[in-house]
């Protein structure tokens, strides 16, 4: 089983900066591909980024050039770096891991782009 846990969400104002973190633990050895997804109000969950155990990334077009996805040296801790931040990123954030050909997601974390 694995356990997710997401951290750093929060109130930012238009053009801030947030640093997500998504710690894995659990009785596994490591996780493979990882990812963030978010869902706004209203709106269905969709991919942020995702990032693989090789270390490949691929990011949504809505945040191309804003949004950074890594792994820890540890590779079952995984950020998201996010910057120049939008209204529009309003969502609360998950994570996700694949581990043995099952998804796990943690409880999300809340992002408010306000002024």
């Known amino acids: 089983q694995v356990q997710l846990v997401e951290s750093g969400g929060g109130l930012v104002q238009p053009g801030g900066s947030l640093r997500l973190s998504c710690a894995a633990s659990?009785?596994?050895?490591?996780?493979?591909?990882m990812g963030w997804y978010r869902q706004a109000p209203g709106k269905q969950r969709e991919l942020v980024a995702t990032i693989r155990s090789g270390g490949s990334t691929n990011y949504a077009d809505s945040v191309k050039g804003r949004f950074t996805i890594s792994r820890g040296s540890a590779k079952n801790t995984v950020y998201l770096q996010m910057n120049s931040l939008k209204p529009e990123d309003t969502a609360v954030y998950y994570c996700?891991?694949?581990?043995?050909?099952?998804?796990?997601w943690g409880q999300g974390t809340q992002v408010t782009v306000s002024s």
């Open positions: 996700r891991g694949l581990y043995r050909y099952n998804y796990y």
């Open positions: 659990g009785r596994f050895i490591n996780i493979n591909d």
